[in-house]
Protein backbone atom coordinates (compact mmCIF):
# COMPACT_ATOMS: atom_id res chain seq x y z
CA UNK A 1 0.00 0.00 0.00
CA UNK A 2 2.80 2.55 1.09
CA UNK A 3 4.69 1.86 -2.18
CA UNK A 4 1.80 2.13 -4.69
CA UNK A 5 0.88 5.49 -2.67
CA UNK A 6 4.37 6.46 -3.44
CA UNK A 7 4.40 5.80 -6.98
CA UNK A 8 1.34 7.59 -7.25
CA UNK A 9 3.09 10.57 -5.53
CA UNK A 10 5.61 10.33 -7.96
CA UNK A 11 3.95 10.29 -10.89
CA UNK A 12 1.88 13.13 -9.49
CA UNK A 13 4.82 15.12 -9.22
CA UNK A 14 6.10 14.13 -13.09
CA UNK A 15 2.60 15.36 -14.06
CA UNK A 16 2.83 18.56 -12.26
CA UNK A 17 6.46 19.31 -13.84
CA UNK A 18 5.27 18.47 -17.52
CA UNK A 19 2.30 20.51 -17.23
CA UNK A 20 4.05 23.07 -15.35
CA UNK A 21 6.84 25.64 -17.46
CA UNK A 22 9.42 22.36 -17.92
CA UNK A 23 7.23 20.85 -20.27
CA UNK A 24 8.30 24.08 -22.58
CA UNK A 25 11.28 22.41 -23.58
CA UNK A 26 10.30 19.30 -24.28
CA UNK A 27 7.23 20.75 -26.47
CA UNK A 28 10.46 22.93 -28.37
CA UNK A 29 12.89 19.44 -28.57
CA UNK A 30 10.05 18.27 -30.42
CA UNK A 31 8.72 21.07 -32.69
CA UNK A 32 13.05 21.52 -33.40
CA UNK A 33 13.76 17.79 -34.09
CA UNK A 34 10.13 18.00 -36.94
CA UNK A 35 11.42 20.53 -38.58
CA UNK A 36 14.94 18.90 -39.17
CA UNK A 37 13.30 15.85 -39.89
CA UNK A 38 11.05 17.79 -42.57
CA UNK A 39 14.25 19.29 -43.99
CA UNK A 40 16.50 16.26 -43.97
CA UNK A 41 14.41 13.15 -43.47
CA UNK A 42 17.35 10.76 -43.03
CA UNK A 43 17.92 12.61 -39.69
CA UNK A 44 15.42 10.18 -38.04
CA UNK A 45 17.60 7.50 -39.09
CA UNK A 46 19.34 5.22 -35.99
CA UNK A 47 22.75 5.76 -36.98
CA UNK A 48 21.99 9.94 -37.69
CA UNK A 49 20.40 10.45 -34.58
CA UNK A 50 23.44 8.20 -32.49
CA UNK A 51 25.94 10.87 -34.21
CA UNK A 52 23.68 13.58 -33.05
CA UNK A 53 23.53 12.13 -29.52
CA UNK A 54 27.65 11.71 -29.56
CA UNK A 55 28.39 15.51 -30.42
CA UNK A 56 25.38 16.68 -27.75
CA UNK A 57 26.43 14.54 -25.09
CA UNK A 58 29.38 16.89 -23.68
CA UNK A 59 26.90 19.55 -23.14
CA UNK A 60 24.27 17.73 -21.84
CA UNK A 61 26.95 16.56 -19.17
CA UNK A 62 28.13 19.77 -18.62
CA UNK A 63 24.16 21.40 -18.69
CA UNK A 64 24.13 18.79 -15.26
CA UNK A 65 27.05 20.04 -13.70
CA UNK A 66 25.42 23.69 -14.49
CA UNK A 67 21.96 22.80 -12.82
CA UNK A 68 23.88 21.76 -9.68
CA UNK A 69 25.32 25.58 -9.34
CA UNK A 70 22.96 27.45 -10.66
CA UNK A 71 20.44 26.18 -8.87
CA UNK A 72 21.97 26.97 -5.82
CA UNK A 73 21.84 30.05 -6.54
CA UNK A 74 25.26 30.49 -8.21
CA UNK A 75 26.96 30.47 -11.84
CA UNK A 76 30.15 28.73 -13.22
CA UNK A 77 31.60 30.17 -16.10
CA UNK A 78 35.03 28.03 -15.72
CA UNK A 79 33.54 25.11 -17.32
CA UNK A 80 34.54 25.62 -20.40
CA UNK A 81 38.09 26.43 -19.93
CA UNK A 82 38.53 23.70 -17.82
CA UNK A 83 37.43 21.73 -20.50
CA UNK A 84 39.92 22.84 -22.81
CA UNK A 85 42.27 23.23 -20.57
CA UNK A 86 42.13 19.38 -19.30
CA UNK A 87 41.89 18.43 -23.43
CA UNK A 88 44.66 20.36 -24.06
CA UNK A 89 47.11 19.21 -20.87
CA UNK A 90 45.82 15.45 -21.69
CA UNK A 91 47.16 15.92 -24.98
CA UNK A 92 49.97 16.74 -24.40
CA UNK A 93 50.56 14.45 -21.03
CA UNK A 94 49.52 11.58 -23.50
CA UNK A 95 51.18 12.24 -26.51
CA UNK A 96 50.09 9.33 -28.12
CA UNK A 97 51.02 6.79 -25.64
CA UNK A 98 48.50 4.16 -24.86
CA UNK A 99 49.80 3.10 -21.31
CA UNK A 100 49.59 6.95 -20.24
CA UNK A 101 45.75 7.24 -20.89
CA UNK A 102 44.47 5.96 -17.56
CA UNK A 103 46.75 7.31 -15.40
CA UNK A 104 46.29 10.93 -17.27
CA UNK A 105 41.98 10.10 -16.74
CA UNK A 106 42.43 9.61 -13.49
CA UNK A 107 44.32 13.13 -12.82
CA UNK A 108 41.79 14.64 -15.03
CA UNK A 109 39.33 14.24 -12.43
CA UNK A 110 41.43 14.76 -9.89
CA UNK A 111 41.91 18.16 -11.26
CA UNK A 112 38.62 18.90 -11.78
CA UNK A 113 37.71 18.53 -8.84
CA UNK A 114 40.19 20.49 -7.01
CA UNK A 115 39.41 23.46 -9.54
CA UNK A 116 35.18 22.90 -8.36
CA UNK A 117 36.73 22.92 -4.67
CA UNK A 118 38.28 26.38 -5.16
CA UNK A 119 35.93 27.55 -7.01
CA UNK A 120 33.49 26.27 -3.80
CA UNK A 121 35.18 27.70 -0.97
CA UNK A 122 36.34 31.57 -2.24
CA UNK A 123 32.47 31.50 -2.95
CA UNK A 124 31.48 30.40 0.06
CA UNK A 125 33.63 31.29 2.77
CA UNK A 126 35.32 34.08 0.99
CA UNK A 127 32.06 35.42 0.26
CA UNK A 128 33.03 36.40 -3.15
CA UNK A 129 30.37 36.75 -5.60
CA UNK A 130 30.52 32.99 -7.79
CA UNK A 131 30.46 35.48 -10.61
CA UNK A 132 33.73 36.99 -10.18
CA UNK A 133 35.34 33.81 -8.78
CA UNK A 134 34.68 31.71 -11.69
CA UNK A 135 35.11 34.51 -14.14
CA UNK A 136 38.73 34.65 -12.72
CA UNK A 137 38.88 30.75 -12.55
CA UNK A 138 38.04 30.97 -16.81
CA UNK A 139 40.88 33.46 -17.20
CA UNK A 140 43.39 31.86 -15.50
CA UNK A 141 42.61 28.27 -17.64
CA UNK A 142 42.38 30.05 -20.57
CA UNK A 143 45.90 31.58 -20.59
CA UNK A 144 47.26 28.66 -19.18
CA UNK A 145 45.94 26.95 -22.99
CA UNK A 146 47.58 29.94 -24.72
CA UNK A 147 50.91 29.59 -22.45
CA UNK A 148 51.07 25.69 -23.17
CA UNK A 149 49.64 25.55 -27.33
CA UNK A 150 51.24 29.06 -28.10
CA UNK A 151 47.48 29.07 -30.41
CA UNK A 152 48.60 25.72 -31.69
CA UNK A 153 48.12 22.44 -29.53
CA UNK A 154 50.98 20.07 -29.32
CA UNK A 155 50.77 16.25 -28.47
CA UNK A 156 48.26 13.72 -29.43
CA UNK A 157 45.29 11.86 -27.55
CA UNK A 158 45.80 8.24 -27.88
CA UNK A 159 43.38 5.76 -29.53
CA UNK A 160 41.93 4.13 -25.69
CA UNK A 161 41.10 7.92 -24.66
CA UNK A 162 39.24 8.50 -27.49
CA UNK A 163 37.16 5.09 -27.27
CA UNK A 164 34.30 6.99 -24.95
CA UNK A 165 33.62 9.78 -27.17
CA UNK A 166 33.89 7.62 -30.79
CA UNK A 167 32.73 4.34 -30.40
CA UNK A 168 29.95 1.94 -28.56
CA UNK A 169 28.17 -1.31 -28.82
CA UNK A 170 28.46 -2.25 -32.05
CA UNK A 171 26.09 -4.75 -34.20
CA UNK A 172 22.79 -3.44 -31.92
CA UNK A 173 19.63 -4.87 -34.12
CA UNK A 174 17.90 -1.64 -36.30
CA UNK A 175 19.96 0.68 -34.40
CA UNK A 176 24.02 -0.46 -35.72
CA UNK A 177 26.08 1.23 -32.85
CA UNK A 178 24.42 2.09 -29.19
CA UNK A 179 27.37 5.29 -28.15
CA UNK A 180 29.22 4.63 -25.18
CA UNK A 181 28.77 8.88 -24.79
CA UNK A 182 24.60 7.75 -24.48
CA UNK A 183 25.30 5.32 -22.18
CA UNK A 184 27.34 7.27 -20.01
CA UNK A 185 24.78 10.73 -20.56
CA UNK A 186 21.86 8.35 -19.17
CA UNK A 187 24.10 7.30 -16.42
CA UNK A 188 25.31 10.48 -15.06
CA UNK A 189 21.57 11.97 -15.60
CA UNK A 190 19.76 9.20 -13.94
CA UNK A 191 22.35 9.65 -10.87
CA UNK A 192 21.56 13.02 -10.93
CA UNK A 193 18.19 12.22 -10.26
CA UNK A 194 18.67 10.27 -7.50
CA UNK A 195 21.26 12.76 -6.15
CA UNK A 196 18.19 15.53 -6.34
CA UNK A 197 15.93 13.77 -4.31
CA UNK A 198 18.29 12.95 -1.33
CA UNK A 199 18.59 14.94 1.11
CA UNK A 200 21.92 16.92 -0.36
CA UNK A 201 19.63 17.59 -3.12
CA UNK A 202 16.91 19.00 -0.95
CA UNK A 203 19.00 21.04 1.01
CA UNK A 204 20.79 22.21 -1.94
CA UNK A 205 17.05 23.24 -3.46
CA UNK A 206 16.52 24.53 -0.37
CA UNK A 207 19.37 26.80 -0.27
CA UNK A 208 18.84 28.28 -3.56
CA UNK A 209 15.08 29.14 -2.73
CA UNK A 210 16.20 31.22 0.76
CA UNK A 211 20.04 30.75 1.94
CA UNK A 212 18.78 32.48 5.13
CA UNK A 213 16.19 30.17 6.12
CA UNK A 214 18.04 27.63 5.31
CA UNK A 215 21.18 28.85 7.34
CA UNK A 216 18.74 28.99 10.60
CA UNK A 217 17.23 25.79 9.85
CA UNK A 218 20.63 23.96 10.29
CA UNK A 219 21.65 23.66 6.56
CA UNK A 220 26.04 23.64 6.08
CA UNK A 221 25.21 26.09 3.33
CA UNK A 222 29.03 26.22 2.28
CA UNK A 223 29.08 22.26 2.46
CA UNK A 224 26.37 22.31 -0.38
CA UNK A 225 27.20 24.89 -2.45
CA UNK A 226 30.87 23.78 -2.61
CA UNK A 227 29.89 20.33 -3.41
CA UNK A 228 27.90 21.73 -6.55
CA UNK A 229 30.90 23.44 -7.43
CA UNK A 230 33.03 19.87 -7.53
CA UNK A 231 30.58 18.21 -9.07
CA UNK A 232 30.05 21.12 -12.02
CA UNK A 233 33.87 20.75 -12.63
CA UNK A 234 33.93 16.88 -12.30
CA UNK A 235 31.06 16.98 -15.01
CA UNK A 236 32.97 19.04 -16.91
CA UNK A 237 35.92 17.12 -17.00
CA UNK A 238 34.22 14.00 -17.95
CA UNK A 239 32.15 16.16 -20.76
CA UNK A 240 36.03 16.95 -21.75
CA UNK A 241 36.80 13.69 -22.11
CA UNK A 242 33.78 12.74 -24.59
CA UNK A 243 34.39 15.65 -26.62
CA UNK A 244 38.02 15.29 -26.72
CA UNK A 245 37.21 11.99 -27.95
CA UNK A 246 34.46 12.84 -30.66
CA UNK A 247 36.33 15.78 -32.01
CA UNK A 248 39.75 15.67 -31.00
CA UNK A 249 42.06 18.15 -29.70
CA UNK A 250 42.39 22.44 -30.59
CA UNK A 251 43.19 25.56 -29.13
CA UNK A 252 39.36 26.18 -29.32
CA UNK A 253 38.09 22.97 -27.87
CA UNK A 254 35.54 24.25 -25.23
CA UNK A 255 36.12 27.82 -25.85
CA UNK A 256 32.12 29.35 -25.16
CA UNK A 257 30.54 25.92 -23.52
CA UNK A 258 29.98 27.84 -20.49
CA UNK A 259 27.50 29.90 -21.51
CA UNK A 260 25.86 27.50 -23.99
CA UNK A 261 25.32 25.38 -20.76
CA UNK A 262 24.01 27.99 -18.96
CA UNK A 263 21.78 28.60 -22.39
CA UNK A 264 20.46 25.15 -22.05
CA UNK A 265 20.10 25.23 -18.24
CA UNK A 266 17.52 27.98 -18.19
CA UNK A 267 16.13 26.76 -21.59
CA UNK A 268 15.31 23.62 -19.41
CA UNK A 269 13.19 26.05 -16.67
CA UNK A 270 15.94 26.34 -13.97
CA UNK A 271 15.89 29.45 -12.89
CA UNK A 272 17.92 31.87 -12.66
CA UNK A 273 18.53 32.65 -9.02
CA UNK A 274 18.18 28.86 -7.57
CA UNK A 275 15.89 27.38 -6.02
CA UNK A 276 13.54 26.08 -9.13
CA UNK A 277 14.24 23.46 -11.67
CA UNK A 278 14.52 19.91 -12.72
CA UNK A 279 17.16 18.61 -14.03
CA UNK A 280 15.79 16.05 -16.51
CA UNK A 281 14.68 19.30 -17.95
CA UNK A 282 18.03 21.01 -18.22
CA UNK A 283 19.41 17.84 -19.94
CA UNK A 284 16.42 18.41 -22.65
CA UNK A 285 17.57 21.66 -22.63
CA UNK A 286 21.24 20.71 -23.66
CA UNK A 287 19.45 18.39 -26.41
CA UNK A 288 17.19 21.13 -27.55
CA UNK A 289 19.99 23.88 -28.13
CA UNK A 290 22.09 21.14 -29.73
CA UNK A 291 19.12 20.47 -32.22
CA UNK A 292 18.79 24.27 -32.70
CA UNK A 293 22.07 24.64 -33.79
CA UNK A 294 22.00 21.33 -36.03
CA UNK A 295 18.78 23.64 -37.92
CA UNK A 296 21.10 26.55 -37.80
CA UNK A 297 22.71 24.22 -40.14
CA UNK A 298 20.00 22.89 -42.30
CA UNK A 299 18.86 26.41 -42.77
CA UNK A 300 22.59 27.59 -43.89
CA UNK A 301 22.76 30.32 -41.59
CA UNK A 302 25.99 31.77 -40.28
CA UNK A 303 27.64 30.22 -37.17
CA UNK A 304 27.93 33.54 -36.02
CA UNK A 305 23.85 33.75 -35.25
CA UNK A 306 24.69 31.19 -32.31
CA UNK A 307 25.83 33.54 -30.09
CA UNK A 308 22.33 35.96 -30.81
CA UNK A 309 20.14 32.94 -30.12
CA UNK A 310 22.06 31.91 -26.97
CA UNK A 311 21.97 35.41 -25.02
CA UNK A 312 18.10 35.97 -26.18
CA UNK A 313 17.57 33.31 -24.40
CA UNK A 314 19.59 33.66 -21.28
CA UNK A 315 17.71 37.65 -21.26
CA UNK A 316 14.20 36.06 -21.48
CA UNK A 317 14.81 33.61 -18.79
CA UNK A 318 16.46 36.72 -16.72
CA UNK A 319 13.11 38.63 -16.71
CA UNK A 320 11.18 35.56 -16.26
CA UNK A 321 12.95 35.10 -13.53
CA UNK A 322 12.68 38.51 -12.03
CA UNK A 323 8.72 38.42 -12.63
CA UNK A 324 8.31 35.34 -11.13
CA UNK A 325 10.72 36.20 -8.01
CA UNK A 326 8.23 39.18 -7.83
CA UNK A 327 5.12 37.26 -8.01
CA UNK A 328 5.91 34.96 -5.49
CA UNK A 329 6.96 37.13 -3.21
CA UNK A 330 3.54 39.23 -3.46
CA UNK A 331 1.79 36.23 -3.01
CA UNK A 332 3.65 35.02 -0.02
CA UNK A 333 2.73 38.39 1.53
CA UNK A 334 -1.09 38.50 0.37
CA UNK A 335 -1.12 34.95 2.02
CA UNK A 336 0.80 35.89 5.05
CA UNK A 337 3.05 32.32 4.51
CA UNK A 338 6.97 31.95 3.68
CA UNK A 339 7.05 31.16 0.15
CA UNK A 340 8.07 27.50 -1.01
CA UNK A 341 9.89 26.19 -4.17
CA UNK A 342 9.42 23.42 -6.83
CA UNK A 343 11.15 20.33 -5.28
CA UNK A 344 14.05 19.40 -7.87
CA UNK A 345 14.81 15.92 -8.91
Not at 95 to 107: D, M, R
Not at 235 to 245: E, S
Not at 288 to 301: G, H, I, M, S
Given at each position: ?150 GAPTGALSENFRVLGRQGIDDVPFIGQIP ?145 RARRQRTSTAIGTPRHSDVAS
Open positions: MTSGSGISARLRTITERVLSGSATVFVLLGLIVVVISVLNPRFLDPTSLMLFIKKAAPLVLLAIGQYFVIVSGEFDLSVGSLVGAQVVIAALLINGVESATVPVILGMFVGGALIGLVNGLITTLLKVPSIITTLGMMLVLYGAIRWLTGWALLIMVALGIGAGYLMRSAWGRTLIAVGDNERAATFAGARVWWVKTTAFVLSSVLATAAGILLGGYAGVTAQVGQGLEFTAITAVVLGGVVLGGGRGWVVAAMAGALTVEALFRLFTQLNLPSTIRPTAQGLIIIAAVAYAAVD
